[in-house]
């Protein structure tokens, strides 16, 4: 398997570097830490402080999640690492591709998961007293007392920005959604639907697009309502990165955002503040701190089971 220094090669930083964003020091530059994040993603890469290697059980907590597509995910590396250092515990990051075998080594004192694709089963049976479990805007099924959630309250915050837009006068909405097997692209467009249904306003079903919270997915799917002649007033978007995509392919059209469409995106990426995006911003350093701070209360035994919700809030900036 690829080592440190191997990665450290790749992205042209020292191996003191690259040791610094795996373990999420904030004396890295943006660039060079998400250039380490992604060959780190690209290559399946794992990263182990020394001193976790010593014991077998140990203080070392395992962060898994899907990608390194999003920026987002820098903050909540950032407030996971900041919790667990103030307590005495190493982290290790790693990627869905070798979850597994980390969840059945059962060497750490407990797993972060940030990965939406990880059946509920194999969570749920990895769970154990001396190895607890916080999932990151999921709720497992049949959660027991080794498993806890931490999400951001997407539905209400959703329909105050629709309700908003209804306000401002737009009836014809677009949705372009994320994976359709997430909580959060189905407390969203739950949102979204709830709030045009309590104003007496239909929402066309052909409006609807599926992407998967890349840009590139959001570019084509406003693409296709171009083509098809079939703009909406405004496009409501279940990420960040779409609705960049969207206003691009909008661009292209010479359809200007937002007197000729309005578009919105959701996550208050650091992209969405240069672009000027209206969007809804959620906690991303807190949410890391917090998942970090609920498994250390598991693991001395005195967390609770309940799900854990984080309050987002709307931005209204240029686009809407």
């Known amino acids: 398997m690829i080592g440190l220094k191997e990665i450290a090669k790749l992205a042209g930083v020292s191996v003191s570097t690259v040791s610094n964003v795996l373990n999420g020091r904030k004396n890295v530059g943006q660039a060079t830490r998400e250039r380490v994040l992604q060959i780190c993603s690209e290559y399946g890469y794992m990263e182990t402080s020394g001193k976790a290697a010593k014991s077998e059980k140990n203080k070392t907590v395992i962060f898994i999640f899907s990608d390194f597509d999003r920026d987002f995910y820098l903050k909540i590396i ?38 939406g694709s990880m059946p509920d089963e194999l969570l749920v049976s990895a769970a154990k007293a001396n190895f607890p479990i916080v999932v990151m805007d999921r709720i497992i099924e049949n959660e027991h007392a080794h498993t806890k959630s931490v999400i951001v309250d997407n539905y209400p915050v959703m329909c105050e920005m629709v309700q908003g837009l209804v306000d401002k006068g737009f009836r014809r909405f677009g949705y372009i959604g994320g ?12 949102g979204l639907i709830d709030t045009l249904a309590k104003n007496g306003i239909p929402f066309d079903q052909k409006l609807y697009f599926h992407g998967n919270y890349r840009e590139n997915s959001g570019y084509q799917a406003a693409k296709i309502m171009i083509l098809s002649n079939d703009v909406p007033e405004v496009v409501v978007c279940a990420n960040d990165n779409m609705a960049i995509g969207a206003i691009k392919a909008f661009e292209e059209y010479n359809i200007k955002v937002p007197e000729d469409v309005a578009v919105t995106g959701f996550d208050d990426s650091d992209m ?46 240029g686009t809407a």
């Open 78 to 115: 950032e407030g996971i690492s900041d919790c667990l250092t103030e307590n005495g515990y190493d982290l290790i990051i790693c990627t869905n591709k070798s979850s597994a075998n980390f969840m059945r080594s059962n060497f750490a004192s407990g797993v972060i998961s940030l990965d």
């Open 179 to 190: 994976l359709a097997f997430t909580l959060d692209n189905k407390e969203r467009f739950a």
């Open 272 to 317: 969405a503040a240069v672009a000027g995006l209206t969007t809804i911003s959620i906690p991303r350093y807190e949410s890391g701190y917090i998942a970090a701070k609920e498994l250390l209360a598991m693991i001395n035994g005195t967390g609770g089971k309940e799900p854990f919700k984080l309050s987002a809030s709307v931005k209204w900036r």
